[in-house]
């Protein structure tokens, strides 16, 4: 279950992202970077989390912040 899990938010992580970017891929192509995404934005949260703490929850907080600003202003225009 684990793995059907991984594939189907690798796709959906995938799919924003190549969207996000403007970038043309295939289905299967989309599939995998999304996964190899979430397994290293995994890791990276897994390990600012272990590292900081709180601190990491304010770091992940502000780059969520700017990535809702950068949607924005790409809506925007």
């Known amino acids: 279950m684990p793995i059907l899990f991984?594939?189907?938010i690798g796709a959906a992580a995938g799919f924003l992202a190549t969207r996000f970017m403007r970038v043309e891929m295939s289905m299967l192509a989309t599939i995998m970077v999304g996964v190899a995404g979430a397994l290293i934005g995994g890791m990276v949260i897994r390990l600012l989390l272990a590292a900081t703490g709180a601190?990491?929850?304010?770091?992940?907080?502000v780059l969520g912040a700017m990535v809702?600003?950068?949607?924005?202003?790409?809506?925007?225009?």
């Open 68 to 77: 809702v600003i950068w949607v924005v202003q790409r809506l925007r225009s």
């Open 55 to 61: 601190v990491a929850g304010l770091v992940g907080a």
């Open 6 to 8: 991984l594939l189907i």
